[in-house]
């Protein structure tokens, strides 16, 4: 441009002459002056490069603006490129001039930029650092996405620089949801909620629930939820979503699960949302920590809402620490379901049991209103580690011991069928791996091969030997004066205990004899142990019967006379002649 020595490379400052717009050899037409001209504020462009700024209160057409100028929000201007809105560009729904994450209340701005999206279609982008917002409706087609969910520990100050996109509560009193998906194709990514209303010295936190799941295909992908005295994630309703990387750390209460999976109701409130009922669940690496009792609950309920299908778990991880919110109830609670399968699951927890299934509604088809036959379980652990407290724990911050209470049961089986367990590596139960109850079902099975897995990938190995496990039967041979017989409800094919009392005129031979629930033909051993004095006196011994499908405990001395239906008192087990297991 001329001789002065300029660069001939042509600058928006070359182009920019008193204000108005020129470029070389093209003839320029003036943008029509009505409302549809799209502008950007100047206060967007400018820069150390020799671009130069207009003067104040001047725009530029974004027609004319090159699609490398980036708004304030990271993203291209509307209609120039990608939608995504930016909750940082709509302060202005809060107040003139507000600026979002600053530490004041951003729920306006959150819900007029999910609003937006919902209008233009996109995704609301949550930059790093601290945001405070409450009861946030993600609705249908959008997709509210930051930066990372990053980790529990060096989030505290999160700003730029940050992996974390954090919301938190905006300081009430914290009862309101945080955040719900509403609607199909809904969701959030990269997404960090932290309830805590106040934090140290005296930290409050809300009662949630944290995230709440309503809708058809919705998405959770990367997503933290920490800090809820209530449900973290309560997955309502939802139909074919796919959960991604979630973690769930202190959340729940005395009476909630930290996650909470049914199907709730529609009310006048609560329409149609996409889904009906929660059914074709598949979770991916999800992990519940420190939960303060209960971690997980599918359809545990007493009421129609709670019915549950299709639901399965890859890598589940749940911890259940000692000291940081023992699990009192069953860590993991199963009610009303059809199609529950764990794979590869990682559990520990105590005092309580570890997993519980209790139908304990009554539920109805919502299309026939005729009762749901099928809703009493099909459950599967495939592979992974049931593991009971540590007898001592070294980790109360002084150095000092502390004992834990032991786990007594693992897999509590109350009310309904169809259970399985099958190559789980289990450790640490201190009375019974199985605790089958009077009440649950025929269609138990249980492999007991648990000390199978691999080192590679610390899974356990799906064995092929299944056995069906469930409650034999007791008869009293009132021919040698035995007159009451029975056996405790932990008793099944395997060990248990059994309790006998006596007539007027007892005599020495057969007490008693018991039919094994499941005969597969394989010969076997019994081992007697007498639990009380008068009981070792009897000089107790076991005979097979010859097709295997029952046994008898015999007395080598006659009982004595008119005792109560438990005086007599003794432990079986029985182990299997050769490999395999009863």
């Not at 769930?248 to 996409?274: F, H, M, Q, Y």
């Not at 309920?301 to 299709?310: D, I, K, L, N, V």
Request: glycine share 12%; aromatic share 8%; with cysteine.
């Amino acid at each position: 441009m001329g001789s002065s020595g300029e660069s001939s490379t042509r600058t928006r400052r070359n182009l920019l002459i008193g204000g108005g717009l020129a470029v070389a050899g093209v003839a320029l037409v003036a943008e029509p002056a009505h409302a549809d001209v799209e502008y950007i504020p100047t206060t967007e462009k400018g820069a150390a490069s020799g671009v130069a700024t207009l003067d104040g209160g001047a725009k530029v057409p974004a027609t004319q603006i090159p699609d490398s100028v980036k708004s304030r929000s990271g993203s291209k201007p509307v209609g120039q490129g990608e939608q995504v809105f930016n909750v940082r560009d709509f302060g202005n729904a809060v107040s003139p001039g507000y600026v979002v994450g600053s530490g004041g209340d951003d729920t306006l701005a959150f819900q007029a930029a999910i609003d937006t999206c919902y209008n233009y279609g996109g995704t609301v982008f949550v930059p790093p650092g601290n945001f405070r917002a409450e009861n946030l409706v993600v609705t249908r087609f959008t997709v509210l996405e930051g930066v990372g969910s990053g980790s529990r520990f060096g989030t505290t100050n999160a700003g730029q620089g940050s992996s974390s996109s954090i919301v938190r509560p905006t300081g009430s009193d914290g009862t309101a949801p945080m955040i719900t998906v509403v609607g199909p194709a809904s969701g959030l990514r990269r997404i960090y909620v932290n309830g805590a209303i106040q934090g140290a010295p005296t930290p409050t936190y809300g009662t949630g629930p944290g995230i709440i799941m309503q809708g058809f295909e919705s998405i959770l992908d990367d997503v933290r939820i920490i800090y809820v005295d209530g449900i973290g994630i309560d997955v309502q309703r939802a139909n074919n979503p796919r959960f991604t990387k979630i973690r769930v750390d202190n959340c729940g209460s005395t009476t909630e699960a930290a996650v909470k999976i049914w199907s709730r109701s529609r009310t006048a409130t609560t329409p149609n949302l996409g889904s009906n009922e929660t059914n074709t669940v598949d979770f991916y690496d999800l992990t519940i920590e420190r939960s303060r009792n209960r971690a997980l609950d599918i359809a545990y309920g007493t009421t129609q809402e709670y019915w549950a299908e299709w639901i399965r778990f890859y890598g589940l991880h749940i911890e259940s620490s000692y000291l940081d919110h023992a699990n009192d109830d069953p860590l993991v609670a199963i009610g009303q379901v059809r199609g529950i399968e764990f794979y590869g699951a990682m559990i520990y927890g105590g005092p309580g049991r570890i997993v519980r299934h209790q139908v304990r509604g009554v539920t109805t088809d919502p299309n026939t209103t005729t009762l749901r036959s099928y809703g009493n379980g099909g459950i599967r652990f495939i592979g992974g580690s049931i593991n009971g407290s540590d007898a001592t724990i070294d980790e109360d911050g002084a150095g000092n011991p502390v004992t834990a209470l032991p786990t007594p049961v693992a897999f509590d089986l109350v009310a309904g069928g169809d259970f399985m367990v099958i190559g789980t590596r289990i450790t640490r139960i201190t009375t019974r791996v199985f605790s089958v109850q009077t009440a649950y079902g025929k269609y138990s099975y249980r492999d007991l091969h648990t000390d199978l897995y691999d080192p590679n990938n610390r899974l356990g190995i799906v064995n092929a030997g299944v056995e069906i496990v469930g409650a034999p039967t007791i008869a009293a041979n009132g021919s040698a004066g035995v007159n009451a017989a029975s056996m405790n409800t932990r008793s099944d094919d395997v060990s248990g205990r059994v309790f006998f009392g006596t007539n007027a005129s007892p005599t020495a031979g057969i007490m008693v004899t018991v039919t094994r629930y499941h005969n597969d033909g394989r010969d076997f051993t019994i081992q007697l142990t007498p639990k009380t004095a008068a009981t070792a006196a009897l000089g107790l011994y076991a005979a097979v019967q010859a097709d295997k499908s029952a046994w008898t405990i015999r007395a080598a001395n006659p009982p004595a006379a008119s005792q109560a239906a438990t005086a007599f008192q003794v432990d079986y087990a029985l182990t299997p002649v050769g490999s395999g297991s009863i």
